[in-house]
């Protein structure tokens, strides 16, 4: 396969990334821009969202961003409906929004818990239920949902999170069998630590609840991984595009850890 080839692997395909103002999705985005692909993207920020597009416009793809909650079902049913219009049915869905958040167990506040679960996991229940008859009717689609380790393993103080994460690997691997046969392919990307604002925001919270400094709570997120580092954003966006290519239309239900070795099933 030559450079070029892979350059224009995406070429025709018309993308949704959710979450893709800044961090992995932003990332993401752009990456399927450079493969070829027009690239609808969607967060509550629209400042945020305007400068991705204009990034990806600058790629000579088309863009079109639409702000929405994805939390919220009729947002997200209105969102969809915009750029099927718009833009045309979708052929690669990646559901990247969500966002952290830590409390211990006993006295873990309700709020905290239904939190987690909208933008985690009822968020990619909702984005994917009004994409996915799209892809079914054309026989052709990619469901790529950014997961997390924590959809593998359990860790102190992250209940709501975890339990959020864990449910969309179950999602992702129920779908991939339900549309098995119709050419749609549904996959999970486990990331370890990877460093974007989120994990700032993580840092600055271990920080804050530890006295450590922001270089000492960093350095025990980057020890998590054999490989002493946090993952970027842009090895994240490298698998997705890689997913969302004919050449990965075998590989289906999967949940691929990008960690630097800490999990390893
Ligand atoms: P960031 O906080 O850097 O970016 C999150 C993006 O999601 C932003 O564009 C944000 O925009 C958007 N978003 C958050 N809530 C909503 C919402 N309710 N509706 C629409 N958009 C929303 O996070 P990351 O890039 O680090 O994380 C992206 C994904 O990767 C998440 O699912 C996360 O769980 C997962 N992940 C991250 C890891 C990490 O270490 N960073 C590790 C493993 C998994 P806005 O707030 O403007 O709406």
């Given at each position: 396969?030559?450079p070029?080839?892979?350059?224009?692997?995406l070429t025709?395909r018309?993308?949704l990334v959710t979450?893709a103002g800044r961090?992995i999705g932003?990332?993401i985005?752009?990456?399927?821009?450079?493969?070829g692909a027009?690239?609808?993207i969607?967060s509550r920020?629209p400042?945020?969202?305007?400068q991705?597009?204009?990034?990806?416009r600058?790629r000579?793809?088309?863009?079109l961003?639409v702000p929405?909650?994805?939390?919220?079902?009729t947002q997200?049913?209105t969102?969809v409906?915009?750029i099927?219009?718009e833009?045309g049915?979708i052929d690669?869905l990646v559901n990247?929004a969500g966002?952290g958040?830590?409390?211990?167990?006993i006295?873990?506040?309700?709020?905290l818990?239904?939190?987690?679960?909208?933008?985690?996991?009822n968020?990619?229940y909702?984005v994917t239920?009004a994409?996915?008859?799209?892809?079914a009717?054309?026989?052709?689609?990619?469901?790529?949902n950014?997961?997390?380790v924590a959809?593998?393993?359990?860790?102190?103080?992250?209940a709501?999170?975890?339990?959020?994460?864990?449910?969309?690997?179950?999602?992702?691997r129920?779908?991939?069998?339900?549309?098995a046969?119709q050419g749609?392919t549904?996959n999970?990307?486990c990331?370890?630590?990877v460093d974007?604002?989120?994990?700032?925001?993580?840092?600055?919270r271990i920080?804050?609840?530890t006295g450590?400094?922001e270089d000492?709570?960093?350095?025990?997120?980057?020890k998590?991984?054999?490989?002493?580092r946090l993952?970027e954003?842009?090895?994240?966006?490298?698998?997705?595009?890689?997913?969302?290519q004919?050449a990965?239309?075998?590989?289906?239900?999967?949940?691929?850890?990008?960690d630097?070795?800490?999990v390893m099933?």
């Amino acid at each position: 396969m030559t450079p070029q080839h892979i350059d224009n692997a995406l070429t025709g395909r018309r993308a949704l990334v959710t979450g893709a103002g800044r961090g992995i999705g932003r990332s993401i985005a752009l990456a399927l821009a450079a493969a070829g692909a027009d690239v609808a993207i969607t967060s509550r920020s629209p400042n945020e969202i305007e400068q991705v597009a204009v990034a990806i416009r600058e790629r000579g793809r088309s863009s079109l961003a639409v702000p929405c909650d994805v939390t919220d079902v009729t947002q997200v049913t209105t969102m969809v409906e915009r750029i099927t219009d718009e833009f045309g049915l979708i052929d690669i869905l990646v559901n990247n929004a969500g966002s952290g958040g830590s409390h211990k167990f006993i006295n873990h506040p309700d709020d905290l818990w239904h939190q987690m679960m909208d933008v985690n996991l009822n968020s990619v229940y909702y984005v994917t239920k009004a994409v996915v008859p799209g892809m079914a009717e054309q026989r052709w689609g990619r469901v790529i949902n950014i997961a997390s380790v924590a959809s593998k393993v359990g860790a102190k103080y992250v209940a709501a999170y975890t339990a959020a994460k864990h449910g969309v690997l179950g999602l992702t691997r129920a779908l991939a069998v339900e549309f098995a046969t119709q050419g749609v392919t549904v996959n999970a990307i486990c990331p370890g630590y990877v460093d974007t604002p989120m994990t700032d925001d993580t840092i600055a919270r271990i920080s804050a609840l530890t006295g450590m400094s922001e270089d000492e709570a960093r350095a025990t997120l980057e020890k998590t991984s054999p490989q002493r580092r946090l993952i970027e954003a842009d090895e994240i966006a490298a698998m997705t595009v890689f997913l969302a290519q004919d050449a990965a239309r075998g590989i289906t239900g999967q949940g691929i850890n990008i960690d630097g070795g800490a999990v390893m099933f």
